[in-house]
């Protein structure tokens, strides 16, 4: 019963604030509630410090910061705080601050079996009102996929998924080339192969072509 209530304990912003400065566990904030988050895995982890540095080193020299994984997004003030997996800013105010970003730039999420559905629908959702996002990135665990969203300038959200180790992400607002052979370094996450059944009829009729 004691746990119970726990869980239905309802935190004002500053509460949870609060909790966030003395807890050695991220909690993400929605509407009053407070709910931990779970560790990650060694893949997991690898690939946030894969994307992190190959941003980093892209941004190195310009007046952008990334931050991966322990830095707080506001993407609703008052309402919504969590912790993306990477992040981007070049907002002068983000720059300064020393807990909470409000204005990235980019955003990027390594998915899971645990957060993928989320990652692609409730909260891309919620990360779109976000003014200053160009792009979001979802970053697959299973297979080479990078699936790109971007903000064109007429507002309207493109896609372009990519699958190959030579594939790169061109970002023009940060001047800055992504490859995803660095993404998926030292993690032994394969390409994606098409392999067709010897016993398929359609098989046989493109092996007589």
């Known amino acids: 019963m004691e746990q119970e209530q726990a869980q239905r304990k309802q935190y004002t912003v500053a509460e949870y604030m609060a ?3 003395e ?3 991220r909690h993400e904030f929605f509407e009053g509630e407070v709910f931990a988050m779970a560790g990650a895995s060694i893949r997991h982890n690898t690939m ?3 994307c992190a540095l190959g941003l980093r080193t892209g941004l190195r020299g310009k007046s ?4 991966a994984e322990s830095v707080q997004l506001a993407v609703e003030q008052g309402r919504y705080y969590n912790y993306p997996d990477v992040m981007v800013t070049c907002a002068p105010a983000d720059l300064l601050a020393e807990r909470t970003v409000t204005a990235p730039v980019l955003l990027m999420e390594v998915l899971s079996k645990s957060t993928e ?3 692609r629908s409730w909260k891309f959702n919620r990360y779109k009102q976000l003014p200053s996002l160009r792009h979001y990135l979802l970053v697959s665990q299973t297979t080479c996929l990078v699936e790109w969203f971007r903000r064109e300038e007429s507002g309207v959200w493109s896609f372009t ?3 190959l180790f030579t594939d790169e992400l061109f970002m023009p607002e940060l ?3 992504l490859r995803l052979q660095d993404i998926y370094e030292d993690t032994g996450v394969t390409q994606m192969s098409i392999r067709f059944d010897s016993e398929d009829p359609d098989y046989k009729s493109r092996e007589d072509k």
Do not use: G, K, W
């Open 175 to 177: 001047d800055l080339t």
């Open 23 to 25: 807890s050695d566990v």
């Open 19 to 21: 909790l966030e400065e």
């Open 117 to 119: 559905n989320r990652d």
């Open 64 to 67: 952008c910061r990334v931050f």
């Open 161 to 163: 998924p990519l699958a």
């Open 48 to 50: 946030v410090l894969n």
